[in-house]
C-alpha cells in the first residue's frame, strides 16, 4: 500500500510487535469462523420466553380500541402489554427528541409502528396470539412528501411540539432547518459565464445489516434487569431504557452481545425496551428477534431526499456560487434527522472552495417509514447532487470532468460555507489525481474462447446479452465527510486500561462500552494498548455499562475517540507504571531519573535503548489501572439564521472511479471495477482500512443501481419489505475495488488519523451514476437508477 | 414430533418440534448449534447454509422434518469435515454450541487469530482470517461452508466460478474483496499443500 | 399442523386423496418461506423428499421423463444436451443453494408467472404428469397454467414428471432481473427451434398473469421462415423480420407495474430479449446447418 504522506513520528511502542500500523488480524475471529462467536440473536437461557410484536398495518391512523382477550387466553402465553400497561410516567424516547411513544398510544404514525407487545413459550405461539390482538383504526389522510406536509391544512404527524426545534422551524411538520448562507449569491450570480440547475432524487436505502434486530433481557433479583444487546451505543441506549421502565439507570445492566453489522441502523432502539418490559413483566428472560421482514419496519432508514441545485462558473471553470435547497423526508418520527440536515447543508457544496453559497436544508416529518442514521449521514445524499452538477458544469464548459473539480478542490485552509477552516491536509486534487491514474480495467473482459461469459456482463447469470448493446462508460466523484459528533454535542468516550503481570507476563486489559459492530475496533484498540505499552499480551474486555459511554459507534469516529482515550488512558497507565518503576528500581540506575523512558516488548527502556527492567518485575503483584474520558477538540453549533460555526472537528475524503458497462438496450448495469483513492492520515490497521473503505464503496454501488425501499405514495405502506424485493449487491455485483491510501496526518488527531468508515460511501454512488450518464447520454437526475430509466420505459 | 439426524458425525434427537419449523431453527434453538445463521429466512442471503447429504442448502428453508434420517454438516463442523476429508473418511466429528453462561457475550482471545493458532481451523476458515474476509462476521459461516464445498468440487476456481458459486451468499460488510482473497488464498494453499 | 412423511408415491398418492388440503413440500423453496413469514399455515405438510423417484429421469427416444423433484443443479449438469433451454433456466433460478434443492415440479406446482423454468418448458414442449388415486394422467404444458398462481392440478393430485420434448435444434432462454445474480425474473423469455418440424416455440414468464407463448409471433416467424426458405438456405435472419417476432412477443404481454418493474419495460424487455435469442438460437442453427453441408 503507498504511503507518501507524512510520517508520523511515533516514538513509544514503534517496536512492539501488533502495534498500530500493522495489519493485524482480528481477536475475535477464529470465534467467528467456527460459528463460536454469540451474536445477540444467539443468546439463550433456560426457561426463556419469546417476544412479539404487533405492529400497525396502516400507515396514518387514530386507534379507535385494542382488544387483547383471546391472545391473553392463548395457552402458552405470558404476557400482552400495550401503551396502558406501561409501568412509568415517561411512554416516549428518542435520540434527540423524545417523540417515539414505545408503544403506540392514541394514533399511528406509520406503517409497521409497535402497537403491542406479546410473550410466549415458543416464537410461534407468540406469532399466533399477537394475530389475536384485535386492533380498530381510523385511518387518517398520509403525509407523504413536502407539499403534503407543509400545505396549509395539513394534519399535524406530532400535535403538541415542544422540542428546541419547534421555535425555529416554519411548519411544524418541518423537524428541523437549517440555512447556511455565506457571501452574496445574487452578486456572485452576476459574475457567473455558466449557470448549471439541476433537481436530484434520492430513494431511500436500507442499512441492510444481515444481523436482525434482537436481544435477551434477564430479569435480576434486585428488580432490575440486563439486557444482552446489538447496538451502536450502550448508554445511549440505556438513557433512553431506563425511565421508561421506570428504574435508575444503575439497576439497567446492558452488556453488548455480538453485532451483525450496523451502519446506522442500530444508532436508534428496536426491541430493547419491549424486551425489558416483558422480561419484567413475566419475571422470565425473554429473548426477541426480528425477521427480516420485521427488520424493515424495525429501524430507520437513510432519508430519501430531494434536491435542488444551481451552480455558477466562470468560463475557465472556477465556481463563483452554489444555491441549493435540500428537502430530506424523516418519515414520523425524529430520529437523528436534525443531525442528518446539519450534515447535508454544511457539507452541501461538497470539497470545493466557493465563497457565495446559500444553501437551506430541512427534514420534514411524514407519514412514511422513520429516517435517521445510515453511513454517510446527510453528506451522502448532497454528494450524488453536487457531482451530478459538478458533471453537468464540466459539459456546459467543455472541460474534463477531473479537471473541474481539481481547479476547484478545497484545500487545508479553505473556508467551509460555515466560515469554518479546514485545519488539516484536504488533498482533493491529488485524490483524483490517483484515481485517474490508476490502470484501466481491460475492455470486452467477457470475451473468451468457448463465448461469452455471461457472468461478466450486464444481466450475468440471466444471460440476457452475448454483448449486444453493451456500452461502456467512466465516472469519477469525490467527497468530503466530517469525523465526529458536530455542532456543539459533547463528544467522547471512556477507558479503563488496566496493567498486570498474568501467568508471568505483563498483560494490558482494556476495557471500554464501544460497540463492535464488525468494523474492527476491537482490533485497533489492541494495537494502540500494545504501541502505547510495550506488551504484546492485550485482553479486549467485552462492551458493557461498568465502564463509563464510549460514544456511539457512527460518524466515523471510535478508532478516534475511543481510539483517543485508550492510547490517553495508556499514557497515564505508562507514567504510573514508570513511577512505580522509579519508586521500586531508580536507584540501581541513574537512567530512571534522567531519561526519557519507553515501554517495549514487556520492558523499560531508555529512548537509548538501553534495558532498564523487566515489566514483571517492575508490576510485581500490583496492578496499574485508570479509567478516563478523552474528548476531541470542542465544536459549536451552526447559527440558526446563517449556518455559521466552528461545527465540525475532522473531515474524511474520498475519491472514486466507476467504469461500468450498460446494457442500453435492456438498461441492465454491470460495474467492472470502482477504484478508490482516500486519505486516512494514519492507517493503524491497513488491511481493515482497505476492508471498510471496499464496504462502503460496495453500499454505495447498491444505492446506485439497486437498493431503495418502496413506499406507496397513497397509503404510505412499505411495498418491498425483503431480501427477495430490496435487493443489495451479491458478490457477482460487485467489481474489483482497487484502493489507493492516502497517509497525511491530521495533527490534531491521536496518531494523525482520520475516521475513515464513511467516505468511501459518498462517493461511490455519484461516480457509478457518472459512469452510466457517459455511457449512456442520459440526464438521470435520481438514484438508484432502475431499467426503466435507462430505457424510456419508467 | 420428534426428529433424529446426524449432525457433524453425531446423531441428534430433537422433541416437541414445531411441524412448522425449519431445520436452521432445530439447528439454533434445539441443539445449541447457533452457528448457522438467520439473515432472511428466505433463501436469499445464504447465511443459514449447512451441508444436507453433502449439498449445500439454505436450511431455513428445510422443514425440520425433511431432515429426518439426514447427515448435517454445519460451520461448527467443518474443521473436522475439513480434516476427515483430508484424511480421505467419511464422518466427522462433532461441535457444540453457545449457552448464554458461556458466551455472556463474545469472549475476547488475549491474541489475535494468528495463523495456525491452535490447528483448529480448516483452510478456508484460515483463509478468511487471514485475508481480512470477517468483519460483523454474520454472513462468514454461510459463506465458509459455501466455500469449503467450493473447493471441495473445484480445487482451483477462476474468480468467476468463485463468485458464481458464493453468489447466494450476501455480505454487508466487506464488498467482498477480501473474501475473493480468502477463497484464492485457500485454494493457493490448498494446492500447495499447506 | 401435521408433517405427513409418505415413504412412497402410492402412499402419498392415499395421503392427498385422504387431505386434498395437504400442502406438498419438496425443496420448500417456496412453501417454507411462507411458513416462515407467517403468510400459510397449511393443516397438513406431506413432505415428498422420501420418494426416490421423483428425483430420476430418463432419456427416451423423443421426450426425457424429469421427475418432479429432480434439482435444477442437476438439470444443468446432466441434461444440458437434451433440454438446452430448460438448462440455462435452471442456471438462472436464484443461487447455488436453492438450485441444488428446488425443481420443476415445485415451480410447477406453484405456477407463479415468475417461475424460471416455465419459459422453457412452453418453448421446448412439454406434458405434465400428473396423478391421483383415480388415475394418471398428462396435461400438456400449454393447458397446464389456468390463473395466478393457479393450474390444472385436481386438489387430489400431484406432479409425479415432466415430459419434455428433447431438443431437435438450438434453444435458448433469457431472465431480466435487476441483480446480477440471485433475482425473481422481472421478465423472462424463452425461445426453441423445431428443425424437425421447422416451427418455433416461444415461452414467456412475469409478463401475464399466467406463463405463456406468444403464439402470433410464432406463427409469423413460422411464415416468415418457411416463405424465405430460410430452414433451408441457412440464411441470416433479416432484421425486419426479427423485429417484427420481437414486436409481436412484446405485444403478447399483458404485463402489470410492480415493485420489480413496469409493464412498460416487462413488454420492452420481453421485446429485446425475443429478437437476441432468435439471433443466437439461428446463428447456432446456421452454424449446425453448414457443418451439416460441409459434411454432406
Known amino acids: 500500500m503507498p504511503t507518501n504522506g507524512v510520517p508520523t513520528k511515533i516514538t513509544q511502542g514503534s517496536g512492539t510487535k501488533g502495534g498500530i500500523g500493522e495489519s493485524t488480524l482480528r481477536p475475535d475471529g477464529t470465534l467467528k469462523v467456527t460459528g463460536e462467536f454469540a451474536y445477540s440473536s444467539d443468546m439463550w437461557h433456560e426457561d426463556m420466553l419469546w417476544g412479539q410484536i404487533l405492529r400497525s398495518t396502516v400507515a396514518h391512523a387514530e386507534i379507535v380500541s385494542i382488544d387483547t382477550a383471546e391472545a391473553l387466553a392463548t395457552p402458552g402465553v405470558y404476557a400482552v402489554m400495550t401503551y396502558d400497561d406501561l409501568p412509568a410516567e415517561v411512554k416516549h424516547y ?29 416464537p410461534e405461539t407468540a406469532r399466533r396470539a399477537a394475530a389475536k390482538i384485535r386492533v380498530e383504526y381510523r385511518e387518517l389522510p398520509v403525509i407523504t412528501d413536502e407539499a403534503s406536509a407543509t400545505a396549509p391544512d395539513a394534519v ?81 441506549d440505556l438513557r433512553q431504557i431506563a425511565p421508561v421502565l421506570g428504574l435508575p439507570e444503575d439497576k439497567v445492566r446492558m452488556t453488548l452481545a455480538g453485532v451483525g453489522g450496523a451502519f446506522g441502523g442500530r444508532e436508534d432502539l ?96 411524514t407519514n412514511n417509514p422513520p429516517c435517521g442514521a445510515m453511513r454517510g449521514f446527510g453528506a451522502v445524499q448532497a454528494c450524488f447532487a453536487y457531482e451530478a452538477q459538478m458533471d453537468k458544469l464540466a459539459a456546459r464548459l467543455g472541460m474534463d470532468p477531473v479537471e473541474l473539480r481539481q481547479r476547484n478542490a478545497m484545500e487545508q485552509g479553505t473556508l467551509l460555507p460555515t466560515g469554518q477552516p479546514v485545519d488539516s491536509p484536504a488533498p482533493v486534487a491529488e485524490l483524483l489525481r ?161 531519561a526519557e523512558l519507553l515501554l517495549e516488548g514487556g520492558k523499560v527502556v531508555t529512548d537509548g535503548g538501553e534495558v532498564l527492567a523487566d515489566l514483571v518485575d517492575v508490576l510485581g503483584d500490583e496492578a496499574v489501572e485508570v479509567e478516563e474520558e478523552w474528548r476531541h477538540r470542542p465544536t459549536e453549533p451552526f447559527d440558526l439564521r446563517t449556518g455559521q460555526g466552528n461545527g465540525h472537528v475532522q473531515y474524511s475524503f474520498a475519491a472514486h472511479r466507476a467504469v461500468v458497462e450498460v446494457d442500453t438496450e435492456l438498461g441492465l448495469v454491470k460495474v467492472i471495477e470502482l477504484a478508490c483513492a482516500q486519505d486516512v492520515g494514519k492507517a493503524l490497521n491497513p488491511l481493515s482500512v482497505v476492508g471498510q473503505i471496499q464496504g462502503g464503496t ?79 447520454g442520459l440526464e438521470l437526475n435520481r438514484t438508484p437508477v432502475r431499467p426503466e430509466h435507462l430505457t424510456g420505459t419508467a | 414430533m420428534r426428529v433424529h439426524f446426524t449432525v457433524n458425525g453425531r446423531p441428534q434427537q430433537a422433541d416437541d418440534v414445531w411441524e412448522g419449523e425449519s431445520l436452521l431453527y432445530v439447528l439454533r434453538e434445539r441443539l445449541g448449534l447457533p452457528g448457522s445463521k438467520n439473515a432472511c429466512e428466505q433463501g436469499e442471503c445464504g447465511s443459514c447454509t449447512v451441508r444436507l447429504d453433502g449439498v449445500p442448502v439454505c436450511s ?135 | 399442523m401435521d408433517f ?153 393430485e400431484l406432479i409425479r414428471a415432466v415430459h419434455v420434448k428433447k431438443a431437435d435444434g438450438p434453444q435458448q432462454y433469457s431472465k431480466v432481473g435487476t441483480r446480477n445474480a440471485m433475482v425473481i425474473a422481472v421478465c423472462a423469455f424463452g425461445l426453441a427451434l423445431h428443425p424437425e418440424t421447422r416451427t418455433v416455440r416461444t415461452g414467456i414468464g412475469s409478463a401475464a398473469p399466467t406463463p405463456i407463448r406468444a403464439k402470433a409471433a410464432e406463427d409469423f416467424l413460422n411464415a416468415a421462415l418457411e416463405e424465405g426458405g430460410f430452414w433451408d438456405n441457412g440464411k441470416i435472419v433479416t432484421p425486419s423480420v426479427a423485429k417484427q417476432f420481437a414486436d409481436l412477443c412484446a405485444a403478447a404481454c399483458n404485463p402489470i407495474d410492480d415493485v420489480r418493474g413496469t409493464a412498460s419495460y416487462r413488454r420492452h424487455a420481453v421485446g429485446v430479449m425475443a429478437r437476441r435469442t432468435l439471433t443466437w438460437t439461428w446463428e447456432s442453427y446456421r452454424g449446425a446447418h453448414r457443418t451439416t453441408e460441409g459434411a454432406a
Open chain 3, 4 to 156: 405427513l412423511r409418505p415413504a412412497s408415491w402410492e402412499e402419498a398418492l392415499a395421503v392427498k386423496a385422504e387431505h386434498p388440503t395437504a400442502v406438498p413440500i419438496a425443496g420448500g423453496t417456496d412453501v417454507m418461506v411462507e411458513i416462515n413469514f407467517d403468510h400459510r399455515r397449511p393443516e397438513y405438510l406431506m413432505d415428498l423428499t422420501r420418494i426416490g423417484d421423483l428425483y430420476e429421469w430418463e432419456v427416451g427416444d423423443d421426450t426425457v421423463r424429469l421427475g418432479a423433484s429432480v434439482p435444477y443443479a442437476q438439470i444443468m449438469e446432466h441434461l444440458r444436451p437434451e433440454l438446452p433451454g430448460l438448462a440455462l433456466a435452471s442456471h438462472t433460478v436464484a443461487s447455488p443453494q436453492i438450485r441444488n434443492r428446488g425443481g420443476v415440479g415445485g415451480n410447477l406446482g406453484t405456477a407463479s408467472p415468475a417461475g424460471d423454468a416455465h419459459p422453457a418448458l412452453l418453448a421446448a414442449g412439454a406434458e405434465v404428469e400428473v396423478e391421483s388415486v383415480r388415475g394418471s394422467r398428462r396435461i400438456p404444458i400449454d393447458g397446464f397454467y389456468t390463473g395466478v398462481k393457479r393450474n390444472a392440478l385436481a386438489p387430489d
Open chain 1, 698 to 776: 460496495t453500499q454505495g454501488l447498491g444505492v446506485a443501481v439497486m437498493e431503495e425501499i418502496l413506499v406507496d405514495p397513497t397509503t404510505a405502506k412499505v411495498r418491498n419489505p425483503s431480501f427477495t424485493d430490496y435487493l443489495i449487491p451479491t458478490i457477482l455485483d460487485t467489481p474489483t475495488i482497487p484502493v489507493d491510501v492516502l497517509e497525511l496526518a491530521d495533527d490534531h488527531a491521536p496518531y494523525g488519523l482520520r475516521g475513515i468508515g464513511e467516505a468511501p460511501t459518498l462517493s461511490s454512488t455519484p461516480a457509478v451514476l457518472a459512469a452510466i450518464r457517459a455511457a449512456t
Open chain 2, 60 to 194: 431455513c428453508l428445510v422443514a425440520a422434518g425433511q431432515a429426518e434420517g439426514r447427515e448435517v454438516v454445519t460451520v461448527e463442523g467443518l474443521a473436522d469435515h475439513a480434516r476427515q476429508r483430508a484424511r480421505g473418511c467419511g464422518e466427522s466429528g462433532g461441535s457444540c454450541g453457545t449457552s448464554l453462561d458461556e458466551a455472556k457475550a463474545w469472549k475476547p482471545d488475549g491474541a489475535d487469530s494468528q495463523t495456525g493458532e491452535g490447528g483448529e481451523l480448516s483452510p478456508v476458515q484460515q483463509a478468511f482470517i487471514d485475508a481480512g474476509a470477517v468483519q460483523c462476521g454474520f454472513c462468514t459461516p454461510g459463506l465458509l461452508v459455501a466455500a469449503d464445498e467450493t473447493l471441495e468440487r473445484n480445487p482451483n476456481p477462476s474468480d468467476a466460478d468463485i463468485r458464481e458459486a458464493l453468489s447466494g451468499n450476501l455480505c454487508r460488510c466487506t464488498g467482498y474483496e477480501k473474501i475473493m482473497d480468502a477463497v484464492r488464498l485457500a485454494a493457493a494453499r490448498q494446492s500447495e499443500g499447506v
Open chain 1, 94 to 122: 428518542g435520540l434527540e427528541i423524545r417523540d417515539t411513544p414505545v408503544l403506540a398510544h392514541g394514533k399511528v404514525r406509520h406503517h409497521g409502528e409497535p402497537v403491542a407487545i406479546v410473550a410466549a413459550d415458543h
Open chain 1, 156 to 236: 399535524l404527524v406530532h400535535e403538541h411540539r415542544d422540542d428546541h426545534h419547534a421555535g425555529h422551524v416554519p411548519h411544524p411538520n418541518i423537524v428541523h432547518r437549517q440555512p447556511i448562507v455565506r457571501g452574496d449569491v445574487a452578486a456572485a450570480r452576476g459574475r457567473a459565464d455558466v449557470i448549471v440547475e439541476g433537481e436530484y432524487t434520492f430513494g431511500m436505502q436500507d442499512q441492510a445489516f444481515l444481523g436482525p434486530e434482537s436481544g435477551l433481557a434477564v430479569p435480576e433479583e434486585d428488580g432490575g434487569v440486563h439486557l444482552y444487546i446489538a447496538t451502536q451505543w450502550l448508554h445511549s
Open chain 1, 434 to 594: 490517483r484515481v485517474k491514474a490508476m490502470p484501466m480495467p481491460p475492455e470486452r473482459q467477457w470475451e473468451s474462447s468457448e463465448g461469452a461469459d455471461v457472468r461478466q456482463l450486464p444481466g450475468g447469470l440471466s444471460n440476457t446479452t452475448h454483448g449486444e448493446g453493451v456500452v461502456r462508460g467512466v465516472g469519477y466523484a469525490v467527497g468530503i465527510k466530517n469525523v465526529g459528533f458536530s455542532e456543539g454535542f459533547d463528544d467522547y468516550s471512556t477507558a479503563r486500561v488496566r496493567m498486570e503481570v498474568v501467568g508471568g507476563e505483563p498483560v494490558a486489559t482494556v476495557h471500554t462500552a464501544m460497540a463492535e459492530v464488525g468494523q474492527g475496533g476491537v482490533t485497533v484498540h489492541a494495537q494502540i494498548a500494545r504501541t502505547e505499552l510495550g506488551v504484546t499480551q492485550v485482553t479486549i474486555h467485552p462492551a458493557d455499562t461498568r465502564v463509563g459511554s464510549a460514544g456511539s459507534t457512527s460518524a466515523s469516529r471510535q478508532t478516534y475517540v475511543t481510539g483517543g482515550a485508550i492510547k490517553h488512558a495508556c499514557e497515564l497507565v505508562r507514567e504510573k507504571v514508570l513511577e512505580l518503576g522509579r519508586r521500586k528500581l531508580g536507584s540501581y540506575h541513574p537512567a530512571w531519573a534522567h
Open chain 1, 270 to 365: 428496536s426491541m430493547q425496551i419491549h424486551a425489558c418490559l416483558l422480561a419484567l413483566r413475566t419475571g422470565k428472560p425473554v429473548k426477541i428477534v426480528y425477521n427480516r421482514f420485521e427488520s424493515f419496519f424495525g429501524h430507520v432508514h437513510r432519508h430519501p431526499a430531494k434536491l435542488y441545485y444551481e451552480h455558477g462558473a466562470t468560463a475557465d471553470g472556477k465556481l463563483t456560487h452554489v444555491k441549493a435547497r435540500i428537502v430530506l423526508d424523516g418519515g414520523a418520527y425524529a430520529s437523528a434527522s436534525p443531525a442528518v440536515v446539519g450534515n447535508a447543508s454544511s457539507l452541501g457544496v461538497g470539497p470545493y472552495a466557493v465563497d457565495d453559497v446559500d444553501i437551506e436544508a430541512i427534514a420534514l416529518y
